[in-house]
């Protein structure tokens, strides 16, 4: 096969021969010989344009041949065609490169194989069969208005690839890169209501449909300006991008689209014409604020910034929390209702020995962080707390039901608890039963959905043991049953009736003769109108159960018929009102002759 093309400096037809290379990429589909290709200009990158890389390409495209053309003679090595489509400057065109990401802008199959194997400065002139360019099948590729091609035509591409860079995503359309240019420190990123400095610097690169001048001044350069993460300070793409920083990070952030790149707030006024910009930002240093809650009420602002970072350095699952509590006041009093700073109290997190909202708080803390919660007046009511000896009593008169309770705290340490891979089987079987004795004291207190937490954190450290002998698996099932047991009575009380049914089921499976289980099995089924399932399991009750657990099966009968009955009632209700309302409407009386 001989290629005809055309070379850089002189646009006159030339016989590459054997120096161009057929290409044929089965996994484009492509067949050898309709794309051929012959370098022109060799690059300097050290590698190709690597998958996920952002490729900047300066081109052009001219038809070499068709039947069409050939058959009125206007193909001629004299007078070359002109170019009907590109982005050099210099052949009348925007002078914006072509830009997309290897491997995942859709390209036409020929740009798609060529391009992945240039290096930056290459220039190749690159003969495609029709089927390989604009009229691939795909409709997703046509020649600029005007201009009309041929079903058989030959085109000829002169591509550069006069860069590439590593960028990454910001949003899922495609429409916002980032290149970062300075690496920050940790991974945080600013959340809604964080109170970030920023300096911000914008310019145009895309007016419309052409390149902006680089003399052109920038329409934003702001060196530091303070502003509240969701308050429209700035645009919805501009802050989405700042989302993505982390502190001290400088990134470059490329904007495209008009719908994207134009959006403007009083701070950022980018030209109403722009179609791209490109924004370098740098996050100089932020304020957390975090809404405790996701409703608004209740925030929590840091004051020292701490050791580490949010959420893995966070006594997110329970553990012992040492805090100090510096002072708990009422908004707009300047007395507070209590201080101590110099006291510092060690506390069990998971088991209500902190208010609810308290100890929230202190879960999305960091070592030495110190941190004002605000709690609103829609949320003041569940401050009251009757007082342990971890935390002092808050009277529930003693909150206005219009003021808002501010709570100064300092967690200074906290210690996981030691468990799973780091004991041994008998120190978790030790730890097991620790667990489910907070438990069951939260049971009895009415804590139900803690202590359900915390027998499903036993029966976890189960999972993990490992008996290696007959009396270690007699011990570790002797451990689990009654902790199934009271995860099962937990639920039930929560109202989870399947989730009680589940694990009621894993323990009948090895110990099918237990009454209790059985038992509370009944009731979840009952509590689900499945009057059918919950007899089955009290009649097992009573025949396994003998004279010790008559009372209590005469006891769950009773129960069944109870809600069979109140059942019944509530269908007959249900079916009385339906006939009572009017079906069949009123006939019109008869008219009067």
């Given at each position: 096969?001989?290629?005809?093309?055309?070379?850089?400096?002189?646009?006159v037809?030339?016989?590459?021969g054997?120096?161009t290379?057929?290409?044929?990429?089965?996994?484009?589909?492509?067949?050898?010989?309709g794309v051929?290709?012959?370098?022109?200009?060799?690059?300097?990158?050290?590698?190709?344009?690597?998958?996920?890389?952002?490729a900047?390409?300066?081109?052009s495209?001219r038809?070499?041949?068709?039947?069409?053309s050939?058959?009125?003679?206007?193909?001629?090595?004299?007078?070359p065609?002109?170019?009907f489509a590109?982005?050099?400057?210099?052949?009348?065109?925007?002078?914006?490169p072509?830009r997309?990401?290897?491997?995942?802008?859709?390209m036409?199959?020929?740009?798609?194989?060529?391009?992945?194997?240039?290096r930056r400065?290459?220039?190749?002139?690159v003969?495609?069969?029709?089927e390989?360019?604009?009229?691939?099948?795909?409709?997703?590729?046509?020649?600029?208005?005007?201009?009309?091609?041929?079903?058989n035509?030959?085109?000829?591409?002169?591509l550069?690839?006069?860069?590439?860079?590593?960028?990454?995503p910001?949003?899922?359309?495609?429409?916002?890169?980032?290149q970062?240019?300075?690496?920050?420190?940790?991974?945080?990123?600013?959340?809604?209501?964080f109170?970030?400095?920023?300096?911000?610097?914008?310019e145009?690169?895309?007016?419309?449909?052409?390149?902006?001048?680089?003399t052109?001044e920038?329409?934003?350069?702001?060196?530091?300006?303070a502003?509240?993460?969701?308050?429209?300070?700035l645009?919805?793409?501009?802050?989405?991008?700042?989302r993505?920083?982390v502190?001290?990070?400088r990134?470059?952030f490329f904007?495209?689209?008009?719908?994207?790149?134009?959006?403007?707030t009083e701070?950022?006024t980018?030209p109403?014409?722009?179609?791209e910009?490109?924004y370098?930002?740098?996050?100089?240093?932020?304020?957390?604020i975090?809404d405790?809650m996701?409703?608004?009420?209740?925030?929590?602002?840091r004051?020292?910034?701490?050791?580490?970072?949010?959420?893995?350095?966070?006594?997110?699952?329970?553990?012992?929390?040492?805090?100090?509590?510096?002072?708990?006041?009422?908004?707009?009093?300047?007395?507070?209702?209590?201080a101590?700073?110099?006291?510092?109290?060690?506390?069990?997190?998971?088991?209500?020995k902190?208010p609810?909202?308290?100890?929230?708080c202190?879960r999305?803390m960091?070592?030495?962080?110190?941190?004002?919660?605000?709690?609103?007046?829609?949320?003041?009511?569940?401050?009251?707390?009757?007082?342990?000896?971890h935390?002092p009593?808050i009277?529930?008169g003693?909150v206005?039901?219009?003021a808002?309770v501010?709570f100064?705290?300092?967690?200074?340490?906290?210690e996981?608890?030691?468990y799973?891979?780091?004991q041994?089987?008998?120190e978790?079987?030790?730890e097991c039963?620790?667990?489910?004795?907070?438990?069951?004291a939260?049971?009895?207190?009415g804590?139900?959905?803690?202590?359900r937490?915390?027998?499903?954190?036993?029966?976890?450290?189960?999972?993990?043991?490992?008996?290696?002998?007959?009396?270690?698996?007699a011990?570790?099932?002797?451990?689990?049953?009654p902790?199934?047991?009271?995860?099962?009575?937990?639920?039930?009380?929560?109202?989870?009736?399947?989730?009680?049914?589940?694990?009621?089921?894993?323990?009948?499976?090895?110990?099918?003769?237990n009454?209790?289980?059985?038992?509370?099995?009944?009731?979840?089924?009952?509590a689900?109108?499945e009057?059918?399932?919950?007899?089955?399991?009290f009649?097992?009750?009573?025949?396994?159960?003998?004279?010790?657990?008559?009372?209590?099966?005469?006891s769950?009968?009773?129960?069944?018929?109870?809600?069979?009955?109140?059942?019944?009632?509530?269908?007959?209700?249900?079916?009385?009102?339906?006939f009572e309302?009017?079906?069949?409407?009123?006939?019109?009386?008869?008219?009067?002759?």
């Amino acid at each position: 096969d001989i290629s005809v093309g055309r070379s850089a400096e002189n646009p006159v037809l030339i016989d590459f021969g054997y120096h161009t290379k057929p290409l044929e990429d089965p996994l484009l589909r492509i067949a050898y010989g309709g794309v051929l290709q012959a370098t022109v200009c060799e690059g300097d990158g050290e590698s190709t344009a690597k998958e996920d890389e952002w490729a900047h390409v300066h081109w052009s495209a001219r038809v070499v041949s068709s039947i069409e053309s050939e058959a009125r003679g206007s193909a001629s090595t004299d007078s070359p065609a002109l170019p009907f489509a590109g982005s050099r400057k210099s052949e009348g065109f925007s002078g914006a490169p072509f830009r997309a990401i290897v491997g995942k802008t859709p390209m036409m199959k020929a740009w798609e194989a060529v391009v992945a194997h240039m290096r930056r400065g290459e220039r190749r002139l690159v003969q495609v069969a029709p089927e390989y360019h604009y009229f691939d099948g795909t409709g997703r590729f046509s020649p600029p208005d005007g201009v009309r091609l041929a079903p058989n035509a030959v085109v000829e591409f002169d591509l550069q690839l006069v860069d590439v860079q590593a960028v990454l995503p910001v949003d899922g359309t495609g429409n916002i890169l980032k290149q970062v240019l300075h690496d920050g420190e940790g991974w945080e990123s600013p959340a809604s209501l964080f109170q970030v400095e920023l300096a911000i610097r914008g310019e145009a690169v895309l007016r419309a449909g052409k390149l902006v001048e680089e003399t052109e001044e920038p329409f934003m350069d702001v060196p530091a300006v303070a502003l509240t993460m969701g308050s429209g300070t700035l645009p919805a793409p501009l802050e989405e991008c700042v989302r993505s920083l982390v502190l001290r990070e400088r990134s470059r952030f490329f904007l495209m689209g008009g719908a994207t790149a134009a959006q403007r707030t009083e701070l950022c006024t980018p030209p109403h014409d722009i179609e791209e910009a490109v924004y370098e930002v740098e996050l100089l240093g932020m304020t957390h604020i975090r809404d405790v809650m996701g409703d608004g009420e209740v925030t929590k602002r840091r004051l020292v910034q701490g050791k580490g970072q949010f959420p893995v350095d966070c006594p997110v699952h329970d553990a012992l929390v040492r805090l100090r509590i510096h002072s708990i006041r009422i908004e707009g009093v300047e007395d507070p209702i209590f201080a101590e700073p110099d006291v510092l109290r060690e506390v069990h997190t998971g088991q209500a020995k902190l208010p609810e909202l308290l100890e929230t708080c202190v879960r999305i803390m960091v070592p030495g962080e110190r941190s004002l919660l605000c709690i609103s007046p829609k949320h003041a009511p569940l401050v009251a707390w009757h007082g342990s000896e971890h935390f002092p009593a808050i009277p529930e008169g003693s909150v206005p039901s219009d003021a808002a309770v501010i709570f100064d705290l300092e967690l200074e340490s906290f210690e996981r608890y030691k468990y799973m891979s780091k004991q041994s089987f008998q120190e978790r079987v030790d730890e097991c039963r620790q667990q489910r004795e907070m438990g069951n004291a939260l049971f009895r207190h009415g804590k139900f959905e803690l202590a359900r937490d915390k027998y499903k954190l036993c029966l976890g450290i189960l999972d993990e043991c490992r008996p290696d002998t007959d009396e270690e698996w007699a011990l570790n099932d002797a451990v689990k049953i009654p902790v199934l047991l009271n995860y099962g009575a937990a639920c039930n009380k929560l109202g989870q009736h399947r989730e009680a049914i589940k694990y009621l089921d894993k323990l009948l499976r090895f110990d099918g003769y237990n009454v209790k289980a059985l038992y509370r099995r009944g009731c979840a089924h009952l509590a689900l109108d499945e009057f059918k399932a919950a007899e089955e399991n009290f009649l097992a009750m009573r025949d396994f159960g003998g004279k010790e657990y008559s009372i209590d099966a005469t006891s769950a009968f009773d129960m069944l018929s109870r809600a069979r009955e109140d059942k019944r009632r509530r269908e007959a209700k249900d079916y009385g009102e339906m006939f009572e309302k009017k079906i069949i409407p009123d006939r019109p009386q008869r008219q009067e002759n």
